[in-house]
């Protein structure tokens, strides 16, 4: 990852199918655009890829959960347990439906325990939304399990995940709904884009009229469509869909490439003392996009983390000081500071600084990620694993 680095003629000849036929709105327009449905037909590879009866693509990611919440029901006075391991849309999406989330502990899946998020429900918790960071997945099918037993909904965050599968169903299969982000850095890349999958009818009929003003796109006169429900503005540019269908073809190679990859990477790290790498429940379905590997204590992963970007071994990241994909560091958030009035009090729940994960912290302050990328030669990826071994010596 990420996607753009084998842009080529396919996504050249999408896009200029849209600009032939001048027509960037994803509705509408039927004879203008000479049967180019771009974001349409981009939904219905992604629903086959997923396994799903339903897909709907939205503007980002951060679209796709905000309009998946709204879908599922979920809003003011909701409780929703996550991970304190996400990028940070994760949270924005809950807080600005007016909803509450509750932290659970991650495990060395570097996902949701699931014997954390048991003990986070309450009486007001209304959904589970687990996150599968890193290209890897959650242990799905024990959370799976969780919700039934609880009557919760389950959303999947499967923003990083796209290609990933357990006990070979796809990842984003297995929940009520699932979100995946096609953003400039994601694996299939649109440059902006998000989408939703689902097997709820009605889940995905709230979804596509909620991401479009609440439209309910019957019939072909957009000025006589009704509106049997308040929404926004998350729909999707034909361009950006257009770059999106090329690279979602594209995928099965990509993953491929990269699995290759972190094989190779897995047998360099692990020949390193004091190293072990992420759990991943099911290895054999890993979409490869990173490579996370846990050191002894935090001192020894501050000192390699900095060893090998001064040896120049980038696109390594140290997560427990990173500004938007560990809690720690999401000052705004614990203060909940905000340009805008939220739409409710959150129930009292408008200070989060009294939140402590002391098992992610324990994990995440030993743990780096290396970004796996497509477009490194072998002769690369061996004077990687060089650089890397010198620096554990």
């Not at 996902?111 to 998020?117: A, F, K």
């Not at 950006?240 to 360099?268: C, F, H, P, W, Y």
């Not at 090998?308 to 994909?325: I, K, T």
């Not at 970004?371 to 010198?390: A, M, P, T, V, Y």
């Given at each position: ?23 960037l ?23 086959k ?59 060395d ?127 999707i ?19 491929g ?19 072990t ?15 996370s ?101």
């Amino acid at each position: 990852m990420p996607g753009f680095e084998i842009f080529g003629e396919e996504e050249k000849r999408q896009v200029q199918d849209v600009l032939e036929t001048g027509v960037l709105f994803r509705y509408g327009f039927d004879k203008a655009r000479k049967g180019h449905w771009k974001a349409l037909s981009f939904e219905k590879e992604l629903a086959k890829k997923i396994g799903v009866t339903h897909a709907h693509l939205c503007s980002s990611g951060t679209a796709a959960l905000s309009t998946a919440l709204a879908a599922c029901g979920v809003g003011a006075g909701d409780e929703v347990i996550v991970p304190p391991f996400t990028f940070i849309a994760t949270i924005e999406s809950i807080v600005m439906a007016g909803a509450i989330p509750v932290f659970a502990e991650i495990d060395d899946s570097l996902c949701l325990d699931p014997s954390s998020i048991e003990s986070k429900i309450t009486e007001k918790t209304k959904a589970v939304i687990p996150v599968h960071m890193c290209g890897a997945m959650a242990k799905i099918d024990s959370i799976v399990d969780l919700c039934k037993k609880h009557g919760l909904i389950l959303i999947e965050d499967a923003c990083q995940a796209l290609g990933a599968t357990f006990n070979n169903k796809p990842i984003g299969s297995f929940g009520d709904a699932a979100c995946f982000s096609f953003d400039a850095v994601k694996i299939v890349t649109c440059g902006e884009g998000g989408g939703i999958v689902t097997n709820n009818e009605k889940i995905y009929t709230n979804a596509f009229m909620f991401a479009d003003h609440g439209h309910d796109h019957i019939g072909n006169d957009r000025g006589l469509e009704n509106h049997p429900i308040l929404g926004l503005n998350f729909r999707i540019c034909e361009l950006n869909a257009a770059v999106g269908l090329a690279q979602l073809a594209k995928l099965d190679r990509m993953i491929g490439i990269q699995r290759k990859t972190k094989k190779i990477l897995s047998e360099t790290l692990l020949s390193c003392a004091g190293v072990t790498l992420q759990n991943i429940p099911d290895p054999a379905g890993d979409s490869a996009t990173f490579i996370s590997f846990i050191l002894p204590d935090e001192d020894r992963a501050r000192d390699i983390s900095k060893k090998l970007a001064q040896e120049g071994v980038d696109g390594c990241f140290y997560w427990f000081d990173n500004n938007w994909h560990y809690i720690r560091q999401w000052n705004h958030f614990k203060n909940l500071s905000s340009t805008a009035r939220l739409p409710v009090s959150l129930d009292g729940y408008n200070d989060f600084s009294f939140i402590k994960t002391p098992v992610s912290d324990s994990i995440m302050s030993r743990t780096i990620s290396m970004q796996i990328k497509l477009s490194w030669s072998d002769e690369e990826i061996k004077e990687r694993c060089n650089r890397i071994r010198k620096n554990f010596k």
